[in-house]
């Protein structure tokens, strides 16, 4: 007599990774280092940054937290603003006048995508919405800054390599007619 029954293959028990082994350490660096990619790559697509963050992989939670900035602390005034000038010269003071591109987070703002390459915008060049203009780095997570307006770059307002904090003007537009 034959069964139609079939069996469930036999299953060894759970086995836990020593934490003295090499392998199991790699494998779990590796793990962390996908979710921290993952939690970069995540965080990139916000517009602003967000004020909390909680990340679960397995039986692993990582929470961050951010700072809250109050809305009313910035606060656009009619004061002149330095603005960068060739090295070796000196800053010129610039009216904050045309449409204002702030940083995105604090962090260091770059304007370049790697050393050595030209600049993403000079003042003078034309942008359109969408456009990148520089990075502003944050604990090794690259945020883009980008336009929002068609118009011609009139100022750029800090140097290379520079620390920003969130909020604060980083380029002058003058907003093409009709945008």
């Not at 602390?73 to 330095?82: E, Q, S």
């Not at 390459?117 to 456009?131: E, L």
Request: avoid cysteine; aromatic fraction near 4%; proline fraction near 11%.
């Amino acid at each position: 007599m034959t069964s139609d029954t079939t069996r469930a293959p036999h299953r060894a028990p759970e086995e836990t990774p020593d934490d003295h082994d090499p392998r199991a350490m790699r494998d779990m660096q590796a793990a962390l280092e996908l979710v921290r990619s993952s939690t970069l790559e995540l965080l990139t697509g916000f517009g602003r940054t967000p004020s909390a963050l909680r990340v679960r992989a397995g039986g692993v939670t990582v929470e961050a937290e951010w700072p809250v900035e109050p809305t009313t602390a910035h606060v656009v005034t009619d004061a002149p603003v330095a603005v960068a000038a060739a090295p070796g010269s000196t800053p010129v003071a610039v009216e904050l006048d045309g449409h204002q591109v702030r940083s995105p987070a604090v962090g260091i703002l770059f304007h370049a995508p790697s050393p050595g390459a030209p600049p993403f915008v000079s003042v003078g060049d034309t942008v359109t919405p969408g456009q990148q203009l520089a990075i502003v780095e944050v604990m090794k997570l690259m945020i883009p800054v980008e336009s929002t307006v068609h118009g011609t770059v009139s100022a750029v307002l800090h140097d290379n390599g520079e620390p920003v904090e969130y909020d604060d003007p980083l380029f002058l537009i003058t907003v093409t007619e009709g945008s």
